[in-house]
């Protein structure tokens, strides 16, 4: 039966970081969500599992065929349709067949796989994706495109166990019920990370990565956050009561202060106007001082275990801190042209267009590989309109699908101060704790973030490089964010004063951010 689990498992960094500790974990035929804060673990977790990281410790067992599809799936030397697929080498074999070759090196390529031909076109039939030839250069494909063409690839090696990370980035409506469809069909061990919410409604258990472990939860998304709900609460609860005894145990250290103080006064005053003999006294003044010493020390104690149990407690609160964006150089006045075009046509051959003004938020909807990501790049300049003209009258940036502005080996710090060199170290670091990169963060090495961290960290170059842009283009930004962090990249662009162009097929992204309109491509 296939099987995947963990035992005991540990991982920690060059540097001393401790990632997953002393993780176990047990995976048997089912649909299993993997979700966790953007930086909790859950991509190492997921190397791991696929067996592309060592852990520091512990154990990994796979019994049956495992195959993996990450995030970004395009193979470096993939050239068509089937070196993505997986099936050149098998289907030049074939051809050579058909020629009448006899070389016993044709027929060991092939194997046993004497059907590939068939049951890839079948597949890609089932993917939606039959109108593309097998030879048809793999650069030309969209992403979304690209991801459900890595996916059959996977499915041909007819796995067992199926790990898949973030599936539904760049996927329109269409290829996400495809998607869901072969999670449903799938037998085997199904593991998929991921913030989609509808995708993570198909799963059996959820699997939790916080604070370097990992919990289970039976059920579904909305299952497991009834589940999350219910702690909250508790743990608001407990931060509440901790509070409330800490100050409890405050006002009594001070009583005692005060009970002490009196108590030295009067012994003193005591000894000074001899109303005692002197060795009684000094006998007394020796005991109350000893006696103030433990009492101190006891209420001392109280209030410092009063202020652990607030820390334990706190530690319990799941962190919500919102990114904030106030940045008044990317306002925009309602009546000035930002973009325009006329008689555009696109380098894809799509004839439109665009006017926006002012601080016009725009959703750019469509199929994958109809245009949006082209229409963006053209817009910003990146890319030159096969016909007609476009006229970018104001400061503008793009945040690719796959960002790449981020330089490795240097810190998140050191990639803003680079796009922003007349601000001041404080004043960048103070900017990029908006954005929640603070203190060790901000000094971390770009090329160790996480996705989520990753893409936090180009939103706020973005933002914070000079000129600050007034037109912001984002081509699906949630991809590679998870539930809470999309929730926080609504908060910061609702506090941009500048035009939005967003392409996104996360449909409850786009409404939070409230459109002003759409255009389909």
């Known amino acids: 039966m296939p099987h995947l689990s963990l035992h005991d498992l540990t991982l920690t960094w060059p540097d001393g970081r401790t990632v997953l500790d002393g993780v176990t974990l047990d995976l048997s035929p089912a649909h299993h969500g993997l979700v966790g804060d953007n930086g909790s673990g859950k991509s190492t977790l997921l190397r791991i599992l696929t067996g592309e990281l060592a852990p520091t410790s512990g154990t990994r067992l796979v019994e049956g065929r495992l195959a993996h599809l990450p995030q970004d799936p395009l193979p470096e030397d993939a050239a068509t349709v089937a070196d993505v697929l997986g099936v050149a080498d098998r289907l030049a074999a074939l051809r050579a067949v058909e020629s009448g ?26 993917l939606g994706l039959d109108r593309l030839t097998l030879d048809r250069d793999a650069s030309t494909l969209s992403g979304g495109e690209l991801t459900l063409l890595a996916l059959a690839a996977r499915l041909l090696t007819e796995p067992d166990v199926l790990l898949l990370d973030e599936p539904t980035n760049n996927l329109d409506r269409p290829a996400r019920e495809r998607l869901l ?3 449903d069909e799938f037998r085997g061990v199904l593991v998929v990370a991921s ?12 699997h939790e990565v916080r604070d370097g472990g990992v919990r289970t939860f039976g059920g579904d998304l909305t299952a497991y956050e009834a589940a999350v709900a219910v702690e909250r609460e508790a743990a608001e609860r407990d931060v509440r009561d901790a509070e409330s005894d800490l100050r409890r ?21 005591a000894e000074r106007e001899k109303r005692v003999p002197k060795i009684v006294a000094h006998g007394r003044r020796m005991n109350a001082e000893v006696s103030a010493g433990k009492l101190r020390g006891e209420h001392e104690g109280n209030v410092e275990a009063a202020r652990d149990r607030l820390s334990e407690a706190d530690a319990r609160l799941r962190d919500d801190e919102p990114i904030r964006v106030d940045l008044p150089e990317t306002r925009v006045p309602a009546t000035r042209d930002v973009v325009t075009t006329d008689g555009l046509v696109l380098a894809n051959g799509l004839a439109l267009d665009v006017h926006v003004r002012g ?3 725009i ?19 990146e890319l030159e309109p096969r016909e007609g003209e476009v006229r970018l009258r104001v400061p503008a940036r793009l945040l690719p699908q796959r960002p790449r502005l981020l330089v490795p080996g240097t810190s998140v710090a050191e990639n803003v101060e680079r796009l922003a060199p007349t601000a001041s170290r404080q004043e960048v670091r103070s900017r990029l704790a908006r954005f929640g990169l603070r203190g060790a963060r901000a000094d971390q090495d770009a090329g160790t973030l996480s996705g989520g961290e990753r893409l936090r960290a180009t939103l706020a170059c973005l933002l914070l490089a000079e000129p600050a842009p007034q037109l912001l283009c984002l081509d699906e930004p949630t991809n590679d ?19 939005l162009v967003v392409v996104s097929h996360d ?3 786009l409404e939070a951010l409230g459109l002003d309109r759409t255009i389909t491509t």
Do not use: C
Not at 254 to 262: F, G, I, K, P, S
Not at 363 to 381: D, E, M
């Open 101 to 126: 070759s006899v070389d016993p090196d044709v027929y060991d390529t092939i194997g046993d796989d004497w059907d590939v031909e068939a049951r890839t076109t079948a597949l890609l039939g089932r």
């Open 181 to 183: 469809s072969v999670v």
């Open 195 to 206: 913030h989609d919410r509808e995708l993570l409604e198909h799963v059996d258990a959820v």
């Open 249 to 269: 145990q405050k006002r009594e250290l001070a009583a005692a202060q005060v009970t002490l103080a009196r108590r030295n006064r009067t012994a003193a005053k």
């Open 359 to 361: 601080p016009e938020r």
């Open 363 to 381: 959703g750019l909807v469509g199929r994958n590989g109809s245009g949006k990501t082209t229409l963006l790049r053209t817009l910003v300049g």
């Open 481 to 499: 964010l998870d539930m809470r962090s999309v929730d926080r990249l609504v908060e910061a662009l609702s506090g941009y004063e500048g035009a």
């Open 507 to 509: 449909e409850r992204f």
